[in-house]
């Protein structure tokens, strides 16, 4: 698993992606001073990063990348195989995450059909439910000191959404959220990761059978009613999505509300302006997605043939990475200062941290309404909010994929 890409740009060593990610704002400074296109290794295998927002914007349309794992070279000839410890991510059974074109369409139809904006609206005072009810555990937890802002408040949230959206029961949230930090964790054995994912299958397969014998009004029983568009979906795409969709849907919103609490407290006087209302929660959210995107990369598509990029060439064959990260803090897209959080921006932030294209994250609205309920309820219940520790104690899980803080210590009132 040693081979480099044979293409022609950013020559040289690759970048190799710390599966610890010890150091972002260094891996996310290389990538994107190495160009448009650079050499990387993850956990030994080469392909391609692109690091900057137009040729991704033009790459995510493209339809000569695409999602099928069988166009992957390293993969066919057998130098990637199941042992590879991000291969899940890849490989992670048929939903509309893992397929193109028609089929792409059919089942991304199924699953719009369910969550329609009316669906989202009806969540709305769920979501202020369950966050009123979060921040009561927070009051109680930190009345005395320090308490991690993440387990208690940022991490139940979005899990308890996903769940009331979909229908599952809340005694499986404690063991889906092992299941998935497991999964997700650099740290976890590929033999014990495969479990994970078994798991995973049989929980959901479970859920869809019971859901496909007595249909109740949550997503689920909405994918499997769901008759526009083509056949129906089979158990195997339902049980796909649902599990693709409950990982993106509370990894994306934990990391957008703890970067952006992160970023506020980090730069009060910008805090201040929100909180005095001279700046909306709207821009807080929108820059918080593009200086530090919950997603850090997006992996990965496959070169049906031979593609440039910015003077170099993709072969066919190939896989490439969009180094979401790397793509929000592009010069050429948000200036000279875009390495500077900033809500006062004079133009509107157009980042892609939910991608682009016929593949962009069919939860992006969730997250954006659960950030939009839990940020201001937060803030307004504890404007005094403050770090716990220096920032520089607040590390990265070993995610190679998210941007997932271990934890997240602060104080409720000041000291």
Known sequence: MSAAPTGDAAGGCPIV?????????????RLRETGT?????????????VTRHAEAR?????????????RWTLWRTGEVTD???????????RSMFTVDGAEHRRLRTKTAQAITPRRLEEMRPVIESITGRLLDDLAAQGADGAVDLKSVFALPLPMSVISVLMGVDPALHPRLHTLYKAFFSMLTPQD???????????????????????????????????DEGGDPLTEEEVVGNLKAMVAAGHETTIGLILNAVRALLTHPGQLDMVLDGKIG??????????????????????????????????????????????????RDQHGPDADEFD???PTPIKHMAFGHGPHICPGAALSRLEASIALPALFARFP????AVPVEEIVNQPVLTQNDLQSFPVRLHAV
């Open 343 to 345: 809500i006062t921006r």
């Open 192 to 226: 014990e990761r495969l479990a994970v994912i078994a798991e995973l299958d049989a929980i959901f397969t479970e859920m869809t059978r019971a859901r496909t014998a007595d249909p109740t009004d949550d997503l689920t029983s909405a994918l499997i009613l769901a």
């Open 37 to 49: 296109l650079a050499r990387i290794e993850l956990l030994g295998v080469p392909a391609w990063s």
């Open 58 to 70: 033009r790459l995510l349309t493209d339809q000569r990348l695409v999602k099928d794992i069988n």
């Open 384 to 387: 005094d909010l403050q770090l």
């Open 83 to 93: 042992e590879w410890p991000l291969i899940g991510m890849i490989d992670a059974g």
């Open 281 to 330: 929660w709207d821009a807080v959210i929108e820059e918080t997605l593009r200086w530090d995107t919950p997603s850090t990369h997006l992996l990965m598509r496959f070169a049906t043939e031979d593609i440039e990029v910015d003077g170099g060439v993709i072969r066919e064959g190939e896989g490439v990475v969009l180094s979401y990260r790397a793509i929000g803090r592009d």
């Open 17 to 29: 992606l710390d599966p610890m990610v010890r150091n972002l704002n260094e891996e996310t400074r």
